[in-house]
């Protein structure tokens, strides 16, 4: 096979030049940079990511730690983070903490002792342990979907990327009050998760916007699993008066929402109004389709890569809390005519033009139609 000595004779150049321009460890003038590439591609030379390493002191790599990795959503984030992390020439080392907060300390370690350069992580309602371990090692970390609260003084210990919560949920309430309906009940994900809590603050907020009280016994957990939003959905059928639409918590909850409702031999929605946060590629086919919340899962995910990689780039640079808007899909569940022209709509004002919004500095809200 062709050696990095090899290239430095094809290209004319010394082996640390090759090593330069490989490596990225001093600047190398642009036709020399493009002499060495053309006579890696021409060997088909194959650098040695070991040796690059120790002259580096760098991998190359990002671990991933991301629970639930079947669920859709988080599926649709690691395409965005593998694409983003691949255009930037890094590897990903993917792990599933499962949700449970030792087993996410001891995936943090492990990932950390594969000496990726940083990682991104969807922590747990309890992350306590492993962000403990991550500030003690300083590994370069962003906070994936969900986030942290800042510490007391209120400057944030990591980086963090997630989309609009609160606003759009508040959003589908609203929508389904100017359609009428006073009983409005919200299937909350696990409590603790930043998104649980956001999503009850919309839900909340939505109500108080459309004139409607808070009754807490409307607002049920189904743990962020399809079983679980069976049973809630289920305990919120029994009630005496029971709610004439329903909000899910996210797209796997839909599901179990779905299956107690028709369980019940009720039809969405005739009988009772739906709308989920999160939307998902077979959304649309479902009869009536449903109305939704669409999150940016893969700019989510790219996202996250861009702001690990600035982090390496600058390790002392403030934190940022990066937040990305959403749009709000409407179909037919919620018990309006299909209008196509409206599906899709940005719930940010500012979304269509593409940017993100950072609250480490400024950001501005919409809410749904």
């Known amino acids: 096979m062709p050696t990095m000595a090899d290239v430095a004779r094809h290209a004319g150049v ?12 001093r600047p190398v003038l642009p036709h020399t940079r493009q002499a ?7 060997l088909g030379y194959t650098p040695n990511t070991l040796a690059r390493s120790l002259v580096t002191s760098r991998t190359r ?13 988080f599926t649709e984030i690691l395409q965005g983070v593998e694409a983003a992390a691949l255009e930037q020439g890094y590897s ?32 747990s309602a309890n992350p306590g342990g492993l962000l403990a371990y991550l500030t003690r090692h ?3 970390t962003v906070l994936l979907d969900r986030i942290v609260d800042a510490p007391a003084d209120g400057t944030s210990r990591f980086d963090q990327v997630c989309a609009e919560n609160a606003e759009p949920m508040a959003g589908l309430v609203t929508h389904l009050a100017g359609l009428g309906h006073r009983r409005i009940a919200l299937v909350a994900g696990l409590p603790g998760l930043s998104t649980t809590t956001e999503r009850i603050t919309g839900y909340r907020h939505g109500l108080a916007s459309a004139g409607l009280p808070y009754d807490e016994r409307l607002l049920v957990h189904g743990d962020s699993e399809s079983a679980g939003a069976e049973r809630a959905t289920t305990a919120l059928l029994s009630l005496a008066t029971p709610p004439t639409a329903l ?5 796997t909850m839909t599901l179990g929402a779905l299956r107690a409702l028709r369980a019940h031999g009720l ?3 005739d009988d009772i109004a739906l709308c989920c946060f999160d939307d998902f590629a077979w959304a649309d086919l479902f009869s009536p389709r449903l109305t939704a919340i669409a999150q940016p899962s893969k700019d989510i995910g790219a996202q996250a890569v861009r702001v690990l990689l600035d982090r390496l780039a600058a390790p002392d640079r403030p934190a940022r809390n990066v937040r990305l808007p959403c749009a709000f899909v409407h179909r037919t569940s ?3 005519a299909d209008r196509p022209e409206r599906l899709h709509r940005p719930l940010n004002p500012t979304a269509a033009n593409g940017p993100s919004s950072e609250h480490s500095e400024s950001s501005e809200k919409g809410t749904a139609p």
């Open 36 to 42: 060495v590439l053309d006579a890696i591609d021409e």
């Open 334 to 336: 919620c018990g309006c």
């Open 92 to 123: 990903l080392l993917i792990a599933d903490p499962h949700d449970d907060p030792e087993h996410e300390r001891k995936v943090g370690r492990l990932l950390h002792e594969r000496r990726v350069d940083g990682m991104i992580v969807a922590p």
């Open 138 to 140: 300083r590994v370069p």
């Open 267 to 269: 039809a969405v929605p």
């Open 14 to 25: 010394s082996v640390a030049t090759v090593s330069h321009v490989l490596n990225d460890t």
């Open 61 to 73: 790599s990002i671990g991933l730690a991301v629970s639930a990795i079947r669920n859709p959503y």
């Open 247 to 251: 909000v899910t918590g996210n797209n």
